[in-house]
């Protein structure tokens, strides 16, 4: 069973994407700041990481580039769904490590389809 952490500051976010992703079958975590959901996936290791940009504690560029860094957590995949659709904010996605990039709001059939390219998972 693949595992994925939720890191967004907002609930209703967190939610809307559980909603999303559980009917899938993958164990789900949820963070609720960047410093949570760099402790939540060193402890989990999870495949894959649905990562907020602004969080407070830390952004999620900094929790991205902290976990690329680390060899022990440096191949999780993550995944940056966030309000911030500039090229600025996507080509800062990229430089601190991000694997994909996703706007909100997001549609739930989109989001399902990059996490499961991401994870390897044929439709």
């Known amino acids: ?3 994925i952490l939720i890191a967004d500051d907002g609930e209703d976010i967190r939610e809307l ?3 999303t992703l559980e009917e899938e079958g ?3 975590s949820e963070a609720v700041d960047g410093n949570d959901a760099l402790e939540k996936a060193r402890a989990l290791k999870p495949d894959l990481i649905v990562l907020d940009v602004m969080m407070p504690g830390k952004t999620g560029y900094v929790v991205c580039e902290e976990l690329k860094k680390d060899p022990a957590t440096k191949n999780i995949f993550i995944l940056f769904l966030t309000a911030r659709g500039s090229p600025i904010s996507q080509n800062t996605a990229n430089q601190s490590g991000g694997d994909a990039y996703m706007t909100k ?3 739930p059939a989109e989001l399902r389809t990059k996490v499961k390219k991401a994870l390897g998972i044929k439709n």
Do not use: C, G, T, V
Request: aromatic share 24%; glycine share 0%.
């Open 17 to 19: 994407i559980r909603l």
């Open 1 to 3: 069973m693949y595992k």
């Open 105 to 107: 709001p997001f549609e």
């Open 26 to 28: 993958y164990e789900l």
